[in-house]
């Protein structure tokens, strides 16, 4: 499912994070330790890191989640993924000015990746007590790079292309596009809210200039699986699961430059969810293509199922109607392969809320396609309205001894 919000140029936190704050809703995360192996040694929170506040009694620890590795962290680690996350766009300001992008200034990039690297590095591994006095539990932060840096290095590479311009027709141009995503993510939205505050700070001492923003946050779940968004229904039934799926959809296997690198399509939809729940269940169900209660395809079966397009009542009609969002997004009817979604619920006010669409693919045609066929008909569409919009390369994975970004510019 596609849905957006507008744009929030905004370094502090969000009203939905404050908010969260404020009335006591945050799930403080006790210390956990935080020693993972890396190339050259161990790496460890700095010796005079202070002590961090454990959270409150009776809460379990969330589990660390590495930064380091082939791939970077917040795509298909933690399989679930946590409960609140912020996802934040910027625009970067190369020494030439905003204009010259090109050859040379691609060591400008090269040196500003490598150390968000090592900032990133320092925040998952809770040195300095940057995250007001808080352990990083299984903050993940996640960083990817838009169209035109990836053209400046080399317009071959596989991100170097954005969505086509008939897609973002409506959506501002503040909120369209960017050079730089960070995503944010973490079982307790106070560690969110600091690690945007902290990597916002140090980009903008290096001539980074918010673009938009969004904070997100999804029910809790026990075990990885779809879980409800705002219109009620199960969202990210239909995703690549195993290392064999995640290896065929997600992961880029070349040019080595890219390896373990995957394209992210982010998009913000404010969705009329007042008008969508206004219609009974049966019309809701008609529209989305499954079952409410458990996600289970129109067409029968279990949760479970395969969504079967061709099945039909005694009088020849679609069990999944021809408009449904499940049929219009079908890889059977795109010709295209499937995207992990790892999408997030908005709200920043009765009137402004939605979906974080956040969507994971190893080639941009995946979703191009799909989404050229649901403006081609999908009755979804019409409760939803972009308000964000941006393609970026996640770049491979790094650690202490392999810089982020520095595959891309060997």
């Given amino acids: ?32 330790a935080a020693g993972w192996a890396v190339a050259g040694g161990a790496r460890r929170p700095a010796a005079h890191a202070p002590e961090p506040v454990a959270g409150g009694a009776g809460v379990a620890a969330a589990a660390a989640v590495p930064p380091e590795g082939s791939r970077q962290a917040g795509v298909d680690r933690p399989a679930q993924p946590q409960q609140y996350a912020a996802l934040a766009v910027f625009d970067l300001t190369p020494p030439g000015g905003a204009a010259a992008w090109g050859a040379g200034e691609v060591p400008y990039l090269a040196a500003l990746l490598s150390g968000l690297g090592r900032r990133v590095l320092d925040l998952c591994g809770g040195a300095g007590g940057e995250l007001g006095g808080l352990a990083p539990g299984d903050l993940s932060v996640t960083a990817g790079v838009g169209p035109r840096l990836v053209a400046a290095v ?3 590479l596989p991100g170097a292309a954005g969505l086509p311009e008939a897609f973002d027709k409506a959506v501002p141009d503040l909120a369209r596009q960017g050079d730089l995503m960070v995503q944010f993510c973490a079982a307790d939205p ?6 945007e505050r902290v990597l916002t700070s140090w980009l903008g001492e290096r001539s980074a200039r918010p673009r938009w923003s969004q904070d997100g946050f999804r029910p809790p779940a026990r075990e990885p699986g779809p879980v409800r968004n705002l219109l009620g229904f199960l969202d990210g039934v239909s995703v690549p699961r195993t290392d064999r799926e995640l290896a065929r959809e997600v992961w880029l296997a070349g040019p080595e430059r890219v390896r373990g690198a995957t394209i992210a399509v982010v998009r913000r939809l404010r969705l009329d969810v007042a008008g969508f729940l206004a219609q009974d269940v049966t019309r809701q169900e008609r529209v989305i293509g499954r079952r409410r209660s458990d996600a289970a395809p129109l067409s029968g079966g279990g949760p479970a199922a395969a969504v079967d397009l061709g099945a039909k009542t005694p009088d020849g ?39 974080l669409f956040i969507a994971f693919q190893r080639e941009l045609r995946t979703y191009v396609e799909t989404q050229r066929r649901l403006d081609d008909g999908d009755e ?17 994975g790094f650690s202490a001894g392999r810089p982020l970004g520095s595959s891309l510019f060997a």
């Fill in 154 to 156: 080399d317009g071959r």
């Fill in 380 to 396: 979804l569409s019409t409760f939803a309205t972009a308000t964000a919009s941006g393609t970026f390369l996640v770049l491979p």
């Fill in 190 to 195: 106070q560690v969110v809210a600091h690690g």
């Fill in 1 to 32: 499912m596609d849905t957006d919000c507008d744009a929030v140029v905004n370094p502090e936190p969000s009203p939905l994070v404050r908010r969260r704050l404020l009335r006591g809703l945050a799930v403080a995360v006790p210390a956990v």
């Fill in 317 to 355: 009609r679609y069990l999944v109607p021809l408009m449904s969002h499940v049929r219009r997004a079908h890889p059977a009817a795109t010709g295209s392969g499937l995207m992990l979604r790892r999408g997030y619920s908005f709200s920043n006010g009765p009137g402004d809320q939605g979906l």
